[in-house]
């Protein structure tokens, strides 16, 4: 099946610091999204992006299918982004490894 | 819109017993929904996947007879853990999609199981 990486495994950033967090998938997909899980275990839909950039206020997010990556960017970082973000990929969404975000104050 | 919700947010239980967790969407039909384990720090892993009314499609490695998975209408569907033991310990999601593969899923609140 479709192996999907994420980078860094773990973040760790003073409040107001940028961050890119990266997404690698072994195969071409049609379907990528990406998550923010937060300390109670609550999946957050951030963006639908097979393709393209999207933006929604401090988030970003750029797939470049034929590479085959997607990256998350996270601007002027707040406590309250602390987390762990996963992309997923595909109809069934096969998740990621995962990157723990911690923000400090 | 699009909330989910999941019931019971936590449970604890005796070895051998059954656990049912229900998955509801509370303002939208759901054509399917489905049920993700999540083991700590680690990431979350598909289980089955369910169709109102159909039986439920479940992910290789997974027991369909321990899990088993019910999806009675548009807005609930259950998974019930059936004689639980703890290595079933974990944190069990469900998500729900309202249309078909290119819709977005939703996710509920999840439910930590833990079997004594």
């Known amino acids: 099946g479709i192996q999907v990486e994420q980078s860094p495994p773990d973040l760790i950033l003073q409040e107001g610091a940028n961050s890119t967090l990266r997404c690698n998938f072994s195969?071409?997909?049609?379907?990528l999204q990406w998550f923010h899980q937060n300390p109670w275990g609550q999946l957050i839909n951030l963006f639908y992006?097979?393709?393209g950039t999207k933006q929604n206020g401090r988030l970003s997010a750029t797939t470049v299918a034929t590479e085959r990556y997607s990256l998350l960017y996270i601007s002027s970082s707040q406590t309250t982004d602390s987390g762990v973000y996963f992309c997923a990929v595909d109809e069934k969404l096969t998740f990621g490894t995962g990157t723990r975000l911690t923000i400090i104050p | 819109g699009a909330v989910v919700s999941q019931h019971p947010s936590w449970v604890i239980c005796k070895s051998g017993t059954s656990v049912k967790i229900e998955c509801r969407s509370l303002?939208?039909?759901?054509?399917?929904m489905f049920w993700y384990r999540q083991f700590p720090k680690q990431s979350l892993m598909l289980m089955a996947t369910?169709?109102?009314?159909?039986?439920?499609?479940?992910e290789q490695g997974v027991e369909k007879d321990k899990f088993l998975i019910n999806h009675a209408s548009l807005t609930l569907s259950t998974l019930t853990v059936t004689s639980a033991h703890p290595e079933d310990s974990s944190f069990y999601i469900c998500?729900?999609?309202?249309?078909?593969?290119?819709?977005?899923?939703?996710f509920g609140p999840g439910t930590r199981l833990l079997v004594l």
């Open positions: 369910s169709n109102e009314g159909s039986k439920a499609t479940y």
């Open positions: 195969d071409s997909v049609n379907n």
């Open positions: 992006i097979p393709s």
């Open positions: 998500s729900a999609r309202r249309g078909g593969a290119g819709e977005t899923q939703y």
């Open positions: 303002d939208f039909q759901a054509t399917t």
